[in-house]
């Protein structure tokens, strides 16, 4: 089974401009996050969705958002970058909600993105 | 704010020997779990232990926690350096708005040296 795939891997763009970035979970998983790595804050959590529904917010300001589509293929988009949104942003993806059952997530490569 | 607080920062060991990392988070978690992650890749998850669970092993590594003190620890045991990696260990429970979500500890950069 393919696991979670982002796009794209590598992005880089300037401050005031947006940016999508893309998720494909495995293969029947229903369930997508996002998260946002620095070296200054770590991992953080953005968002959860299910069934095309965000689930779970982190907190971010409204710059950060997401959707998911019928096929739970997900996308995270920051509107008006900041220097500060240069990071590691991971997808994840579970069966079901992850705090349902306690699922198991299963993180993709990243995207790097870089603002100048 | 980030519950989950590694310790150490850093761990150097040889191959063979066993490696022990901390964490320890701030409020009631319903798991807790341990990811590793190379060089900047996405993270694989290791194991979960759930908050009524006191150990669990999984092949080399075994994780404890102790919900009265707020904290678990990871042992590999028997280390390679094929197990050179970052790893964090990530609270999984419910903010105050109910909503549920992972809080990742800034992790522990282990190198195990040939």
């Known amino acids: 089974k393919a696991g979670v795939t982002q796009t794209p891997r590598y992005l880089i763009k300037t401050r005031g401009q947006q940016v999508t970035l893309s998720c494909s979970p495995i293969s029947g998983h229903r369930s997508v996050s996002w998260y946002q790595q620095t070296p200054g804050q770590g991992l953080q959590f953005l968002f959860e969705?299910?069934?095309?529904?965000?689930?779970n917010k982190g907190n971010f300001p409204g710059r950060f958002s997401g959707r998911q589509f019928s096929n739970s293929r997900s996308e995270m988009n920051v509107s008006t970058l900041e220097l500060g949104d240069s990071a590691l942003y991971l997808c994840?993806?579970?069966?079901?909600?992850?705090?349902?059952?306690?699922?198991?997530?299963?993180f993709g490569p990243g995207t790097r993105l870089l603002v100048l | 704010s980030q519950q989950g607080e590694e310790d150490p920062q850093a761990l150097s060991i040889q191959e063979g020997e066993n490696a022990t990392m901390n964490c320890s988070y701030k409020t009631s978690i319903n798991n807790l779990q341990w990811y590793r992650q190379n060089s900047g890749r996405g993270l694989v998850h290791l194991i979960l232990i759930r908050s009524n669970e006191r150990e669990k092993h999984s092949g080399r590594l075994r994780v404890t926690l102790d919900t009265s003190k707020k904290s678990s620890s990871l042992l590999i045991t028997a280390s390679r350096a094929a197990d050179t990696a970052s790893y964090f260990c990530a609270a999984g429970g419910y903010s105050g708005a109910g909503s549920y979500q992972l809080t990742f500890g800034k992790g522990t950069k282990l190198s195990v040296i040939p």
């Open positions: 994840a993806s579970s069966l079901a909600p992850s705090g349902l059952n306690q699922e198991t997530q299963y």
């Open positions: 969705y299910f069934s095309e529904t965000q689930r």
